[in-house]
């Protein structure tokens, strides 16, 4: 799908209007308490759900779940919170066994929330690239510690395809580097870039990756994955950019509920069928396609691809077993 599409796509054609009710049904969104999750969260709210909003600071939670109550007053659903730190895998399995006491399903989990724009010397509290460690390892954790609880309902549904894993990513036709991720051959580890945006890229092809690797992982068993672009957006995060980029930003770039329609999209529409497991939306709710660098990543070796998907599987994998 074309760059320009991308920029400046047509009119969303999946919105609030169109969530169905989802009275009886579970979802997790992280980074649930401010711009595109919190405007997920609402929707979700307003359509009688049970919403936790997943973020590490307890007031910024309540306050979100304040706001939201008061913008959806007539709404049966509940609002919880669930406390967690992408930044550090320690705190991840307590915030999952705290939701598994409490909900015996979970229908789609929204893997909303990231960072942009670090400093390169800036890590996680295990000392990986702090947009790496957030955007990838963080949730990557979380998918694998809710694997459980995701089959269990997709098991309980009478259609394929109800229990979802969303994956927030980001425009990849530029700036993601060949191949997806760019390999330290002495560590065998994603390489550093001195360039902040260059490892917030790498840090989203790694998140399509795995919207790609879960979806096979998990796809014969009832649960789509996919990742999505959510469009030219007036967030938070873009928080740590320049001040003269963050001016800018904010003259063209839309406000969050269009990214929340196209998580949406990715997470509810019944136009995402198995065909389309592990595939890639773009802005406001349309299925488009990565760029061929990264197609070439998502294939193994044996197929004349690179394998990189696998690999960043593996280390994300070697990196959070203890975790978990």
């Not at 930003?249 to 509810?268: D, I, N, Q, R, S």
């Not at 497991?277 to 294939?299: E, F």
């Amino acid at each position: 799908m074309s760059q320009f599409s991308q920029i400046f796509p047509p009119c969303p054609k999946f919105t609030d209007k169109d969530v169905p009710d989802q009275s009886g049904k579970v979802f997790i969104v992280t980074g649930g308490a401010s711009g595109v999750g919190f405007e997920v969260s609402r929707i979700l709210y307003a359509k009688n759900a049970t919403v936790y909003i997943a973020t590490r600071t307890t007031s910024k939670i309540h306050n979100a779940i304040k706001d939201i109550r008061s913008q959806c007053p007539n709404s049966q659903g509940r609002l919880e919170s669930l406390i967690l730190d992408l930044a550090n895998l320690e705190t991840i399995k307590p915030a999952v066994e705290n939701f598994i006491s409490k909900e015996q399903r979970l229908d789609v989990l929204f893997n909303n929330a990231g960072v942009m724009g670090t400093d390169p010397d800036e890590k996680s509290a295990q000392g990986y690239e702090l947009q790496m460690g957030t955007n990838a390892l963080g949730p990557f954790l979380l998918t694998r510690l809710l694997e459980p609880i995701l089959l269990r309902t997709a098991a309980q549904e009478n259609s394929f395809g109800n229990t979802r894993i969303v994956w927030v990513s980001s425009m990849l036709n530029i700036g993601t580097p060949k191949g997806g991720i760019v390999w330290d051959p002495q560590s065998i580890t994603p390489s550093l870039h001195t360039d902040m945006m260059a490892n917030y890229m790498q840090s989203k092809a790694g998140v399509t990756f795995l919207g790609y690797e879960f979806a096979k992982k998990l796809g014969g068993r009832g649960i789509i994955s996919a990742s999505l672009h959510p469009g030219m957006l007036k967030t938070e995060l873009q928080r740590n950019m320049p001040a003269p980029v963050h001016t800018a930003m904010g003259v063209v770039f839309k406000g969050p509920t269009y990214g929340a329609y196209t998580e949406l999209y990715a997470g509810l529409s019944p136009e995402i069928t198995s065909k389309d497991n592990g595939g890639y939306i773009i802005p406001w709710g349309r299925l488009g396609s990565v760029p061929d660098h990264m197609a070439g990543g998502m294939r193994p070796k044996e197929e004349g691809g690179t394998g990189s998907s696998e690999k960043f599987w593996d280390w994300c994998e070697a990196i959070t077993s203890s975790y978990r």
